[in-house]
């Protein structure tokens, strides 16, 4: 009775995997979702500030601020793709774990990468003006 009793408690601490899947693909689908609302309402703002200070921008500013429609539907579509795919179309449990994973850490690096980018041309202008006095 007592051997019997030992696998059901090694099972008990184990923690399930499907749920943290579709909780790491909630994750990263909002993270999307927050990146695409970032670029939507914020990178035109920056691109306003760049223009009435007529400075000229990093390249990866100049991308950022020219397709940033684009990018943002881009992750948009991202947040809609990834709960369906880890859901409906990869059925190892290991795998979609590591997808889900994986796009949450690509989100909330992107996230930051935004505003990295968009912080660039501001870092320039302060650079600049240590050395002009």
């Known amino acids: 009775m007592a051997n019997s009793m030992e696998p059901q408690q090694g099972r008990a601490n184990r ?3 499907e749920p943290l899947v579709r909780i790491m693909a909630m994750f990263a689908s909002i993270g999307y979702r927050t990146a ?3 670029l939507a309402k914020v990178v035109p703002i920056f691109a306003a500030l760049f223009k009435g200070l007529e400075v000229e ?4 500013t100049r991308i950022l601020v020219t397709h940033d ?3 943002s539907a881009w992750f948009l579509g ?3 793709i990834l709960p369906i795919v880890t859901e409906f179309l990869i059925s190892a449990t290991r795998r979609c774990l590591i997808i889900s994973s994986s796009a949450f850490a690509a989100s909330a690096a992107s996230v ?3 505003v990295f980018v968009l912080y660039l041309p501001v870092f320039e202008l ?3 003006a240590g050395q002009a006095t």
């Open 112 to 114: 930051g990468l935004v």
């Open 15 to 17: 923690v399930p995997v």
């Open 69 to 71: 429609r684009w990018i």
């Open 126 to 128: 302060a650079r600049k």
């Open 57 to 60: 921008l990093p390249f990866t």
């Open 78 to 80: 991202g947040a809609v």
């Open 36 to 38: 695409s609302v970032l």
